[in-house]
C-alpha cells in the first residue's frame, strides 16, 4: 500500500459519521429488518434464549418459557444457531463493530485496569440482565424498536431508564470517579 | 521513525487485518445464504447493525446519561431523530399490511407495561450507566477490543438466568396491562403517528434549550 492509496482509504473509513447519518441508517436497517424478519431489531432475547438452555441443562428450575424452548430442540435436527437467530445476528455486530475498527485503524485491546472495574462491569451486567429479562428488552427492543412501533410500553420503559440512568450517574461521581 | 510514521504504519497494518477480515465475513455469508437467505440476512443485518454503531459512535447510554452528566445532548438528538424516521417507517409498513388485511409485522414487540416495566427501566438504566454501554453498545465494544465488557456479558446473562425465573412473579403479582398498548388502537393511524411524531419534535426542542441552558 503506497502513501497515496493511504491518504485515500484514510479518507473513506478514518473518519466518524454524524450521528444524524448513524440515526438515519439505523431507522432504514430497522425497517429493512421489519419487512424481511417481520420482527424489529432485538438483541437480549438471544441472551434469555441461552440461559433457558443452560437451565435445561442444569436442570435446575423451569421458568415459563422452558417449555417452549424444550418443544422446539426436540422438533428437529437444526444448526445451533438456526433455533435462534437473534444470535447469530448478535454476533454480527461484535465482528461488524470488528471490523470498522479495523479499517478505521481504531481497534485498541483495553485491558481491565483494576478489581474495582471487574466489579463494575460485572454488576453493570447483572442489572442489565435481569432488568431487560423482566422488562421484555433493552435499549434495543424495548425502547427503540418498541416506540418505533407505537407501543406505550417503550415509553414508559423510556422514562424509567432515564431516572436510572440519572441514579446510575450520580452514583457513578459518588463512588467510582 | 517518528511519530506520524508509526501511526501511518499502524494504519496500513490494521486496514490489511479488516479486508481479509472483511473477506472472511462476505464468505460466511454466501456460505449462510446458500443454507437459507434469511439466515444469511440475520448475518449481514448484524454486521450491518456493529459497522454502523461504531462508526457514528451511537450509544444509547450517552443519550440518556449526557444531558444530566455534562450536559450535552447531540446523542440524544440523534436518537431521537432515529425514533421519528423509525416511527414513520414502522408505521408505514404496519399500515400497508394493515390495508391488504395481513397479519401486521413485528406486533409482539407491543409489549405488557406493568410495575416490571417500571423497575426493570430503572435497574437496566442504573445498569448501563455503571457498565458504560447498554446491550448493543456492549458488543460493539467488545468488538473494539474492551475486555471490560466480556465480563459484562457474563453478568449479563447471569442476571438474564434470575429475571427469567422471577418473570412469572412479575406478572402475576404486578402487571398492569396485560395486552400492552398499541398507540393506533387509542388514537387511530394518522392520530397516533402525529402524536408520537409531535411529542418526539418537543423533546428534540427541549434537548437544544437544555444544552443552550447549559453555556450560559
Known sequence: MDREDQKNF?????????????????????????????????????????????QDVLGFGTPAQLTMVTQLLGARETLWFEENLVTLR???????????????SQFRL???KSGQQALTALLGGLLMGYGSSIAAGCNIGAFFS????MSLSGWVFGLFLFIGAFIGGKLLIRFLI | MNLNDQKKDDFAKQFSVGLVLFVMLLMVGVILFQYAPIIAFFWLSGLGFGYILQRS??????????????????????????????????????????????????QSYIASIGMNTVVGGII???????????????????????????ITLV?????????NNHLQWWNNHWMWIKEGVFLPDLFGWAGALIIQLLVIALLYGLAIKWEEKQEL
Request: some cysteine.
Open chain 1, 90 to 104: 448478535n454476533l454480527g455486530i461484535i465482528l461488524g463493530a470488528l471490523l470498522s475498527a479495523l479499517l478505521a
Open chain 2, 155 to 163: 453478568g449479563f446473562f447471569l442476571g438474564t438466568m434470575l429475571g
Open chain 1, 110 to 112: 483495553k485491558k481491565i
Open chain 1, 146 to 149: 418498541g416506540i418505533g412501533s
Open chain 2, 57 to 106: 459512535r451511537f450509544c444509547f447510554v450517552a443519550a440518556f446519561r449526557d444531558p444530566a452528566l455534562t450536559g450535552s445532548t447531540a446523542v440524544t438528538r440523534g436518537v431521537l431523530v432515529a425514533l421519528a424516521l423509525t416511527t414513520i417507517g414502522f408505521t408505514a409498513v404496519k399500515y400497508f399490511y394493515h390495508l391488504t388485511s395481513q397479519t401486521i409485522p413485528g
Open chain 1, 10 to 54: 484514510r479518507k473513506w473509513f478514518k473518519p466518524s459519521w454524524s450521528y444524524v447519518t448513524g440515526a438515519v441508517l439505523l431507522s432504514v436497517l430497522q425497517v429493512i429488518t421489519l419487512i424481511v424478519t417481520q420482527e424489529p431489531l432485538g438483541i437480549t432475547s438471544a441472551f434469555s434464549y441461552w440461559a433457558i438452555r443452560l
Open chain 2, 124 to 150: 437496566f438504566g442504573i445498569g448501563m450507566v455503571i457498565a458504560g454501554g447498554c446491550a448493543s453498545g456492549m458488543l460493539m465494544r467488545i468488538g473494539e477490543g474492551f475486555e471490560m465488557h466480556l
